[in-house]
């Protein structure tokens, strides 16, 4: 069936991405910020995190830290220490965290370069649009990211999942 084939397709070119997305990731070693957010899966998503709070200009309490990636308040503490020490995390108000503008602007636009340039090497895209077009599924994070209905990433975490 047509409809497997290109859902195989599309498992295949998210696979080849990520491993992609990983090569880079890890050999971007080049100063301390991205040595630390390398260094773990777990501290990656937080500087993802943190970015997505940078630009929403909303920060997030170590509560809601700890749900969002899934560990202990205790982990979410010493990370969020880490980074506020070095500068690339700063308190919003005393309860609350996002990522300074620096580490925004700076850390991670190298990285949307680099980013880009992986999505240009592979089929993801183009795979995923006739997986979707072939079963007319919309992804549901697309409002999520529209400026004007900025939504928390927790709330999108919350939603029932799909089934595809």
Same mark, same amino acid.
């Given at each position: 069936?047509?409809?497997?084939?290109?859902?195989?397709?599309?498992?295949? +070119?998210?696979?080849?991405?990520?491993?992609?997305?990983?090569?880079?990731?890890?050999?971007?070693?080049?100063?301390?910020?991205?040595?630390?957010?390398?260094?773990?899966?777990?501290?990656?998503?937080?500087?993802?995190?943190?970015?997505?709070?940078?630009?929403?200009?909303?920060?997030?309490?170590?509560?809601?830290?700890?749900?969002?990636?899934?560990?202990?308040?205790?982990?979410?503490?010493?990370?969020?220490? %880490?980074?506020? +020490?070095?500068?690339?995390?700063?308190?919003?108000?005393?309860?609350?965290?996002? =990522?300074?503008?620096?580490?925004? %602007?700076?850390?991670? =636009? +190298?990285?949307?370069?680099?980013?880009?340039?992986?999505? +240009?090497?592979?089929?993801?895209?183009?795979?995923?649009?006739?997986?979707?077009?072939?079963? %007319?599924?919309?992804?549901?994070?697309?409002?999520?990211?529209?400026?004007?209905?900025?939504?928390?990433?927790?709330?999108?975490?919350?939603?029932?999942?799909?089934?595809?």
């Amino acid at each position: 069936e047509m409809t497997t084939d290109l859902r195989q397709l599309y498992a295949r +070119e998210l696979c080849a991405f990520q491993l992609k997305v990983y090569q880079f990731h890890t050999s971007r070693s080049h100063d301390k910020c991205c040595r630390y957010f390398s260094s773990t899966s777990l501290k990656w998503q937080l500087g993802n995190l943190m970015v997505v709070a940078s630009i929403d200009n909303q920060g997030y309490t170590i509560t809601e830290i700890s749900k969002i990636l899934c560990c202990s308040r205790q982990q979410a503490t010493r990370m969020i220490d %880490d980074c506020v +020490e070095e500068g690339w995390v700063v308190n919003v108000d005393k309860l609350s965290y996002k =990522g300074s503008d620096t580490f925004r %602007d700076t850390t991670m =636009g +190298e990285y949307l370069d680099a980013y880009l340039t992986v999505l +240009e090497t592979t089929s993801v895209i183009k795979a995923g649009r006739s997986y979707r077009d072939s079963i %007319d599924v919309t992804p549901s994070s697309v409002e999520v990211y529209q400026p004007d209905q900025a939504q928390r990433m927790n709330d999108e975490l919350q939603k029932p999942k799909q089934n595809v």
